[in-house]
Protein backbone atom coordinates (compact mmCIF):
# COMPACT_ATOMS: atom_id res chain seq x y z
CA UNK A 1 0.00 0.00 0.00
CA UNK A 2 2.76 2.10 0.82
CA UNK A 3 4.60 2.35 -2.01
CA UNK A 4 1.57 2.76 -4.34
CA UNK A 5 0.57 5.57 -2.59
CA UNK A 6 4.24 7.19 -2.25
CA UNK A 7 4.53 6.70 -6.37
CA UNK A 8 1.21 7.93 -7.38
CA UNK A 9 1.87 10.89 -4.67
CA UNK A 10 4.99 11.33 -5.97
CA UNK A 11 4.12 10.98 -9.88
CA UNK A 12 1.18 13.50 -9.75
CA UNK A 13 2.78 15.94 -7.38
CA UNK A 14 6.81 16.22 -8.63
CA UNK A 15 5.87 18.16 -12.02
CA UNK A 16 4.55 21.04 -9.40
CA UNK A 17 7.99 20.93 -7.22
CA UNK A 18 10.07 21.55 -9.74
CA UNK A 19 9.70 22.76 -13.77
CA UNK A 20 13.01 22.85 -15.70
CA UNK A 21 15.16 22.70 -12.54
CA UNK A 22 13.28 25.84 -11.20
CA UNK A 23 11.50 25.44 -8.04
CA UNK A 24 7.53 26.72 -8.40
CA UNK A 25 4.85 27.65 -6.40
CA UNK A 26 1.15 26.92 -7.02
CA UNK A 27 0.24 30.30 -8.66
CA UNK A 28 -2.87 31.23 -10.57
CA UNK A 29 -1.00 31.82 -13.75
CA UNK A 30 0.63 28.35 -13.53
CA UNK A 31 -2.77 27.05 -12.53
CA UNK A 32 -4.16 28.86 -15.63
CA UNK A 33 -7.46 27.05 -16.95
CA UNK A 34 -7.33 28.61 -20.17
CA UNK A 35 -3.70 27.29 -20.70
CA UNK A 36 -5.10 23.93 -19.45
CA UNK A 37 -8.09 23.98 -22.13
CA UNK A 38 -5.70 24.73 -24.79
CA UNK A 39 -4.39 21.48 -24.29
CA UNK A 40 -7.34 19.89 -24.98
CA UNK A 41 -6.59 17.04 -27.53
CA UNK A 42 -7.78 16.26 -30.95
CA UNK A 43 -11.51 14.64 -30.12
CA UNK A 44 -12.26 11.60 -31.95
CA UNK A 45 -15.53 11.65 -34.54
CA UNK A 46 -18.11 12.18 -33.46
CA UNK A 47 -17.62 14.08 -30.01
CA UNK A 48 -17.46 17.57 -30.90
CA UNK A 49 -15.85 20.55 -28.93
CA UNK A 50 -16.88 22.23 -25.91
CA UNK A 51 -19.31 25.34 -26.65
CA UNK A 52 -18.38 26.34 -22.73
CA UNK A 53 -15.41 27.73 -20.97
CA UNK A 54 -12.97 25.26 -18.88
CA UNK A 55 -14.05 25.11 -15.32
CA UNK A 56 -11.77 21.91 -14.14
CA UNK A 57 -9.21 19.18 -14.89
CA UNK A 58 -7.99 16.13 -13.64
CA UNK A 59 -6.64 12.89 -14.21
CA UNK A 60 -8.63 9.80 -12.43
CA UNK A 61 -7.49 6.38 -11.05
CA UNK A 62 -10.05 3.91 -11.22
CA UNK A 63 -12.02 0.86 -12.29
CA UNK A 64 -14.31 0.02 -14.82
CA UNK A 65 -16.72 -2.24 -13.80
CA UNK A 66 -18.44 -5.10 -15.68
CA UNK A 67 -20.78 -7.88 -15.16
CA UNK A 68 -21.02 -11.17 -17.67
CA UNK A 69 -24.55 -10.70 -19.63
CA UNK A 70 -26.15 -13.76 -21.16
CA UNK A 71 -24.48 -13.10 -24.41
CA UNK A 72 -21.17 -13.97 -23.04
CA UNK A 73 -19.59 -10.66 -23.20
CA UNK A 74 -18.75 -7.85 -20.81
CA UNK A 75 -21.30 -5.03 -20.02
CA UNK A 76 -20.29 -2.28 -18.32
CA UNK A 77 -22.34 -1.69 -14.76
CA UNK A 78 -20.60 1.38 -13.43
CA UNK A 79 -16.73 3.16 -12.62
CA UNK A 80 -15.38 4.06 -9.25
CA UNK A 81 -12.97 6.53 -9.81
CA UNK A 82 -10.66 9.28 -7.71
CA UNK A 83 -10.11 12.30 -9.57
CA UNK A 84 -6.75 14.69 -8.86
CA UNK A 85 -6.24 18.12 -10.20
CA UNK A 86 -3.96 18.77 -13.05
CA UNK A 87 -4.31 22.13 -13.94
CA UNK A 88 -0.60 23.56 -12.39
CA UNK A 89 0.65 20.79 -14.86
CA UNK A 90 -1.01 23.19 -18.36
CA UNK A 91 1.77 23.47 -20.87
CA UNK A 92 4.23 21.14 -19.47
CA UNK A 93 5.35 17.78 -20.50
CA UNK A 94 3.89 16.41 -17.80
CA UNK A 95 0.21 17.27 -18.40
CA UNK A 96 0.44 15.20 -21.92
CA UNK A 97 1.83 12.23 -20.46
CA UNK A 98 0.07 12.06 -16.82
CA UNK A 99 -2.41 9.46 -17.33
CA UNK A 100 0.66 7.52 -18.76
CA UNK A 101 2.36 8.05 -15.06
CA UNK A 102 -0.97 7.60 -13.28
CA UNK A 103 -1.62 3.89 -15.06
CA UNK A 104 2.60 2.92 -14.39
CA UNK A 105 1.02 4.03 -10.63
CA UNK A 106 -2.07 2.11 -10.50
CA UNK A 107 -0.42 -0.78 -12.14
CA UNK A 108 1.83 -1.14 -9.77
CA UNK A 109 -0.59 -1.16 -6.42
CA UNK A 110 -1.18 -4.80 -5.14
CA UNK A 111 -3.63 -6.49 -7.24
CA UNK A 112 -5.77 -8.38 -3.65
CA UNK A 113 -6.07 -5.08 -2.83
CA UNK A 114 -10.33 -3.28 -4.00
CA UNK A 115 -10.20 0.09 -5.29
CA UNK A 116 -12.29 1.14 -2.83
CA UNK A 117 -9.67 0.43 -0.14
CA UNK A 118 -6.75 2.29 -2.41
CA UNK A 119 -8.72 5.29 -2.96
CA UNK A 120 -9.76 5.98 0.09
CA UNK A 121 -6.28 5.36 1.64
CA UNK A 122 -5.48 8.44 -1.09
CA UNK A 123 -7.74 11.22 1.18
CA UNK A 124 -4.65 10.32 3.64
CA UNK A 125 -2.39 12.43 1.41
CA UNK A 126 -2.74 16.69 1.33
CA UNK A 127 -1.19 15.97 -2.42
CA UNK A 128 -1.61 15.83 -5.30
CA UNK A 129 -4.61 17.85 -4.81
CA UNK A 130 -8.10 15.55 -4.96
CA UNK A 131 -10.91 17.47 -6.76
CA UNK A 132 -13.10 14.96 -6.11
CA UNK A 133 -14.80 11.12 -6.55
CA UNK A 134 -16.24 9.79 -9.90
CA UNK A 135 -18.81 6.93 -9.59
CA UNK A 136 -22.62 5.82 -11.28
CA UNK A 137 -25.74 6.87 -9.72
CA UNK A 138 -29.74 5.97 -10.54
CA UNK A 139 -30.81 8.18 -13.17
CA UNK A 140 -32.24 10.85 -11.14
CA UNK A 141 -34.71 12.25 -13.81
CA UNK A 142 -36.31 8.70 -14.61
CA UNK A 143 -35.45 7.29 -11.44
CA UNK A 144 -34.37 3.93 -13.64
CA UNK A 145 -30.66 3.18 -15.51
CA UNK A 146 -27.38 4.02 -14.22
CA UNK A 147 -25.65 7.36 -15.20
CA UNK A 148 -22.15 8.35 -14.42
CA UNK A 149 -21.33 11.04 -11.96
CA UNK A 150 -18.71 13.79 -10.49
CA UNK A 151 -18.75 14.97 -6.93
CA UNK A 152 -16.80 17.33 -5.66
CA UNK A 153 -19.04 18.03 -2.28
CA UNK A 154 -16.39 16.88 0.00
CA UNK A 155 -13.44 17.76 -1.48
CA UNK A 156 -11.02 20.24 -2.54
CA UNK A 157 -12.38 24.14 -3.39
CA UNK A 158 -15.76 22.80 -3.79
CA UNK A 159 -16.29 20.95 -0.71
CA UNK A 160 -18.93 21.66 1.47
CA UNK A 161 -21.20 22.99 -1.58
CA UNK A 162 -24.60 20.70 -2.46
CA UNK A 163 -24.19 21.38 -5.97
CA UNK A 164 -20.51 20.85 -6.78
CA UNK A 165 -21.49 18.04 -8.81
CA UNK A 166 -22.97 16.87 -12.39
CA UNK A 167 -24.43 14.31 -13.41
CA UNK A 168 -24.12 13.63 -16.90
CA UNK A 169 -25.50 11.60 -20.32
CA UNK A 170 -23.60 10.49 -23.26
CA UNK A 171 -23.62 12.56 -25.95
CA UNK A 172 -21.42 10.87 -28.03
CA UNK A 173 -18.53 8.16 -27.64
CA UNK A 174 -15.31 7.66 -30.18
CA UNK A 175 -12.79 4.99 -30.11
CA UNK A 176 -9.40 5.87 -28.06
CA UNK A 177 -6.53 7.05 -30.60
CA UNK A 178 -4.12 4.93 -28.65
CA UNK A 179 -6.26 1.64 -29.67
CA UNK A 180 -8.57 -0.95 -28.81
CA UNK A 181 -7.60 -1.59 -24.82
CA UNK A 182 -8.45 1.91 -24.00
CA UNK A 183 -11.73 2.90 -23.08
CA UNK A 184 -13.45 5.08 -25.15
CA UNK A 185 -13.02 9.19 -25.35
CA UNK A 186 -16.78 10.30 -24.22
CA UNK A 187 -18.44 13.53 -24.77
CA UNK A 188 -21.48 13.87 -21.81
CA UNK A 189 -24.15 16.73 -21.03
CA UNK A 190 -25.21 17.83 -17.53
CA UNK A 191 -28.95 16.23 -16.88
CA UNK A 192 -28.21 17.48 -12.77
CA UNK A 193 -26.14 19.22 -10.80
CA UNK A 194 -24.11 22.94 -11.37
CA UNK A 195 -20.30 21.04 -11.59
CA UNK A 196 -20.30 21.29 -15.55
CA UNK A 197 -22.58 21.19 -18.47
CA UNK A 198 -20.57 18.98 -20.42
CA UNK A 199 -17.83 16.56 -18.82
CA UNK A 200 -15.21 15.11 -21.60
CA UNK A 201 -12.98 11.89 -20.68
CA UNK A 202 -10.28 11.68 -23.08
CA UNK A 203 -6.33 10.05 -22.86
CA UNK A 204 -7.78 7.11 -21.68
CA UNK A 205 -5.23 3.90 -20.19
CA UNK A 206 -7.23 0.50 -20.21
CA UNK A 207 -10.05 -0.27 -18.38
CA UNK A 208 -11.24 -2.46 -21.43
CA UNK A 209 -12.82 -6.03 -20.27
CA UNK A 210 -11.75 -9.21 -22.00
CA UNK A 211 -13.45 -10.46 -25.31
CA UNK A 212 -15.90 -12.80 -23.87
CA UNK A 213 -17.09 -14.13 -20.77
CA UNK A 214 -19.09 -17.55 -19.50
CA UNK A 215 -22.79 -16.21 -18.52
CA UNK A 216 -22.62 -16.21 -14.75
CA UNK A 217 -19.26 -15.52 -14.14
CA UNK A 218 -18.60 -13.11 -11.53
CA UNK A 219 -18.08 -9.02 -11.90
CA UNK A 220 -14.95 -7.87 -12.69
CA UNK A 221 -13.03 -4.70 -12.38
CA UNK A 222 -10.49 -3.36 -14.67
CA UNK A 223 -7.65 -0.74 -13.79
CA UNK A 224 -8.26 2.52 -15.78
CA UNK A 225 -6.71 5.90 -15.96
CA UNK A 226 -7.80 9.22 -17.71
CA UNK A 227 -8.50 12.63 -18.23
CA UNK A 228 -11.53 14.31 -17.37
CA UNK A 229 -12.40 17.68 -18.68
CA UNK A 230 -15.78 19.70 -16.85
CA UNK A 231 -16.76 22.68 -18.79
CA UNK A 232 -19.46 25.62 -17.57
CA UNK A 233 -19.79 24.77 -13.91
CA UNK A 234 -21.62 27.42 -12.19
CA UNK A 235 -20.52 26.86 -8.72
Known amino acids: MFAF ?8 TAPLLSVSGIAVKRTPDLCSLSKAASSLPNLPSPLVAPSSPLSWVGVAIGTQNYT ?12 VAELFDISCLAGTF ?38 GQHYYVTNPIT ?17 GKADAFVVAAKVNDGGA ?50 KYWGFGASV
Open 5 to 12: TTLLSLAV
Open 143 to 159: GSGINPKWDFTSQGADA
Open 68 to 79: CASTGTWTNVGA
Open 94 to 131: FFESIQDIAIAAWEAAPPSLPASQIISKLHSFSTPEIL
Open 177 to 226: PTGSKDIDWVQLGNIEGSLAKQVYRTDTRLGQPPASCTPGSAEIVVKYAA
